[in-house]
């Protein structure tokens, strides 16, 4: 334990200062950095989320619940943070053609986080992710820079971190499409936490598929889209799958955005492969290293393209 004690203990000194300088209240602290310590360590205000990243290094079950326990309680020394202030995850390796992720408890533990001059909700107990994805930190900065007097669309859009910056922004309208009415409502809650108005029909549930297969009833100026690597929803006809859909799903997508207009595509799909193919724009951009923010160890932790129209 004393190796993962000094990392944890270095990375705090350095990055403490810098989340004060960027303003925020969430942010990594540790990252796979030691590969006996398979875990992410993210502050949130003055609570700790940790993702154990399964792997038994051979331990028995008994040797490996001693093992947490002597971790998390590593954490606790080093950040200084009482034990109740902390909350583990297991994650496991999942097949991404037939698995995803479910809900994992109800105890909604729910808190208010800050970042760049913003206000979000998070629940550190209730799913896997937390409700903001923290690597995505600097292209909410950049999608915020180019909101201002632009029609904004947000698809897959989980909480509505993206399109909180666009109306911190002062974009024209900013619609925001998702598949969960829990999430969806999530997303109203961030906007009412940051003194935004509720436009309802700005809110749509819907698979993203069908919402594109529409005939357009807006072009976009400025697009944001995040899909999930995998999900086989009860709500959706089919299954999503990043790799096989994007081309279709970005060719499609073009059909809702102004001549000139730009779509952001992210996804985290560690072995993602891009087909441009059928897309007929000014430019595509692989921006990904602009993307990555400095308390991210793992450079690769999603894949991010600039689409001009």
Request: hydrophobic content about 40%.
């Amino acid at each position: 334990m004393e190796a993962f004690a000094n990392r944890l203990q270095k990375n705090k000194k350095h990055l403490l200062k810098w989340a004060k300088r960027q303003g925020i209240s969430c942010f990594r602290i540790y990252d796979h950095d030691i590969p006996e310590f398979p875990f992410c360590v993210d502050r949130y205000e003055d609570c700790v989320h940790i993702s154990e990243y399964v792997h038994r290094y051979k331990m028995t079950e008994e040797e490996h619940e001693q093992w947490l326990i002597d971790a998390v309680s590593t954490v606790a020394e080093q950040l200084a943070v009482p034990g109740e202030s902390i909350f583990l995850k297991e994650r496991k390796i999942l097949s991404r053609r037939v698995e995803q992720y479910e809900k994992v408890a109800v105890a909604s533990k729910k808190i208010v986080v800050q970042e760049s001059g913003l206000k979000f909700w998070v629940n550190l107990t209730d799913y896997l992710d937390t409700g903001l994805f923290l690597d995505h930190r600097p292209l909410r900065q950049l999608f915020q820079a180019e909101s201002e007097g632009k029609k904004v669309l947000n698809l897959f859009a989980y909480t509505g971190s993206f399109s909180v910056y666009a109306a911190a922004a002062k974009a024209k309208s900013v619609t925001t499409v998702d598949l969960s009415n829990t999430y969806l409502n999530w997303a109203k809650e961030n906007f009412e936490l940051n003194g935004f108005a509720v436009q309802e029909g700005d809110f749509i549930q819907s698979d993203v598929m069908d919402f594109l297969k529409k005939a357009p009833e807006t072009l976009y100026d400025l697009v944001i889209v995040d899909p999930p690597s995998f999900s086989n929803s009860k709500r959706m006809k089919g299954t999503w799958d990043t790799q096989r859909d994007h081309a279709t799903m970005l060719h499609l997508l073009l059909q809702h955005v102004a001549k000139g207009g730009v779509v952001y595509f992210s996804n985290n799909f560690r072995n993602f492969t891009p087909d441009f193919t059928r897309l007929k724009v000014s430019s595509i951009a692989e921006i990904t290293d602009k993307t990555i923010p400095e308390d991210f160890r793992n450079k690769k932790i999603h894949h991010c393209y600039k689409i001009v129209h």
